[in-house]
């Protein structure tokens, strides 16, 4: 076998493509979009690299039109959980043996595969799949799980080369192993690029997968898996399964190889997984990584030095894109009075500019949300606030579930900032605005970090230096993605690493070296090339006059 310590190609951020009239990619993707509307696509499980059916099918369909049929995905068992996770364990010998750079070329080409002739069919499947607009489809299932693919192994590299000083005569070094048994990958609906990241970060560093998506996104996941199959992924490395939640955590968490869990997901399911392989530790071979990404209830705090134009841009965008549907999205706003009567008009004003409907439409900026379980608790929120006296809706309440799920961008103006909807994540179209008295600031700064139990993003919006200076000091723990003059939303692989703490995860920051260090077990080794050849220390030696 031939050596080398090589230099991984240098990432850069995928461009975002725009999407115009007329453009080459507009057309591509309006191709993709039509070649999914015409077939029912056929979804099977993936198990050591065989495809599984069952005689179970699920139905798919777009959240913008539940009566039309994407497809359909066979529903596994237990029994199809344990041949995952058999699966796993066969692959893992060979894969963490394989040289580390022929794993991350795996994840390069996957990468360069999303980015050309895999591009227009993953946004595709996200735009009918999860009812995201062609922009936002291209900024999560193109750009940002390119960039995933592309800086982990970066951060890969990075954590290889860290190693230790050695003294004379000693050499120490460090080995970075996969972890002992097999990683569950547990995956939402709302990000593509999660989606992908969860199961092949874990990967990359050595680690086989079990990986559960959520089911509003099997259309997509196949995608995923399409790509990596392409691009020489060996079976039993990621194994795709669509089972139910309890059903796959009762083999797995009871199973004495799971080495951990890649999650994202809800703060509830989350802390239920905790307790699960706590009760359970006992059977483990290992103590297991719990990585956690979950809700949040984000805020945007306006100061009176704010500029009007950017705060109202920072929560239409913040709050609205993907129709709320992110774990970052701005979803409780503090606003002074001084600038609250200007800010509701722009508010207002782009509201009524913005049309919602189907994602083929790429005129369109809301679309549906993501199925009838959302629908109907974002309509009970909003209905509540209708029949409560200590709220007026300003904008949107409006729903209508006839074709599609659609929900209209709701604000609502509260007259209490504990009110329930600026407490209570709700992920879906509505922000909860409090108007604060100006002179109030310093006691409203208490009341954001102390309303919600999450800490996931936050923002500032204020042209006042030493405002944001003590804004960004006294909220340090109140998110894990702090923005300032920016909307709450967005984050970059590479620039802005991701993840919150509290009740929002364990903020091991997707995006960075930091969540990769969770997938590997450290083994340090000392050599001596000269031991000694007696026990003797010179400080036994007697003195010379004793």
């Known amino acids: 076998m031939s050596f080398g310590i090589f230099n ?11 999407y115009r009239p007329d453009s080459p990619e507009r057309e591509a993707l309006k191709k993709a979009l039509a070649e999914f509307r015409a077939q029912e696509t056929d ?73 050309g002739p895999y591009r227009a069919r993953i946004n595709a499947a996200t735009m009918l799949g999860q009812s995201k607009n062609a922009y936002q489809a291209e900024i999560d299932s193109a750009c940002e799980l390119i960039d995933f693919l592309r800086f982990n192994v970066l951060y ?5 080369r860290q190693q230790p000083n050695s003294s004379p005569g000693v050499w120490n070094r460090l080995e970075y192993r996969p972890l002992e048994g097999f990683v569950f990958a547990l995956t939402p609906f709302n990000f593509t690029a999660i989606a992908g990241n969860l199961p092949t970060s874990a990967a990359l560093m050595g680690n086989t997968v079990v990986w559960k998506p959520a089911y509003t996104q099997v259309l997509s996941a196949k995608v995923i898996m399409d790509v990596l199959q392409e691009a020489g992924l060996p079976d039993g490395v990621i194994n795709l399964i669509y089972v ?38 006992h059977k483990y071979k290992s103590y297991p990584r719990i990585v956690g990404e979950t809700g949040g209830k984000d ?64 005129t369109n900026f809301i679309n549906a949300v993501i199925d009838e379980r959302a629908f109907k608790k974002i309509a009970a929120y909003i209905e509540e606030a209708k029949n409560s006296n200590e709220v007026k809706i300003i904008a949107g309440g409006n729903h209508d579930s006839s074709k599609g799920y659609f929900i209209e961008p709701t604000v609502l103006l509260v007259d209490r900032p504990d009110y329930r909807t600026m407490c209570e994540e709700i992920f879906g179209p509505v922000l909860s605005i409090y108007v604060y008295k100006a002179e109030e600031f310093t006691d409203i700064i208490k009341t954001v970090n102390t309303t919600s139990p999450y800490a996931l993003t936050g923002s500032i919006f204020a042209k006042d230096r030493y405002v944001v200076e003590q804004v960004t000091k006294q909220l340090q723990n109140a998110a894990g993605n702090f923005y300032i003059n920016d ?53 036994l030696e007697a003195e010379k006059n004793s």
């Open 244 to 281: 139910d939640g309890p059903v796959a955590g009762d083999v797995i968490f009871n199973n004495p190889d799971f080495a951990g869990i890649h999650f994202t997901g809800s703060t509830g399911v989350f802390q239920q997984i905790w307790g699960t392989i706590g009760a359970n530790i």
């Open 299 to 362: 805020f945007v705090l306006v100061h009176e030095s704010a500029e009007v134009d950017e705060v109202a841009v920072g929560l239409v965008r913040g709050a609205f894109e993907f129709q709320g549907q992110k774990c970052s999205a701005a979803s409780r706003a503090y606003v002074p009075s001084n600038l609250w009567p200007a800010v509701e008009a722009k508010i207002k004003q782009f509201l009524d500019e913005l049309k919602m409907g189907g994602t083929e439409d790429f």
């Open 8 to 18: 991984v190609p240098t990432p850069v951020n995928e461009p975002v493509k725009e």
């Open 43 to 115: 979804i099977p499980m993936y198990i050591g690299g065989q495809e599984i059916r069952t005689d179970k099918k699920v139905r798919v369909a777009p959240p913008h039109d539940h009566q039309h049929t994407l497809g359909y995905f066979y529903e596994g068992e237990a029994e199809h959980v344990k041949a995952a996770i058999e699966a796993a364990l066969s692959a893992k010998e060979n894969w963490a043996n394989l040289p580390w750079e022929n794993r991350a070329s795996i994840f390069l080409k996957a990468a360069d595969l999303i980015a």
């Open 156 to 160: 890969a590299d990075e954590i290889y």
């Open 487 to 539: 909307k709450p939303t967005g984050a970059v692989v590479g620039q802005q690493p991701f993840g919150g703490a509290r009740a929002s995860g364990t903020n091991d920051k997707a995006g960075s070296a930091l969540n990769l260090y969770r997938w590997v077990s450290a083994r340090t080794i000392k050599e001596t090339f000269v031991p000694p050849k007696h026990y003797s220390y010179p400080f």
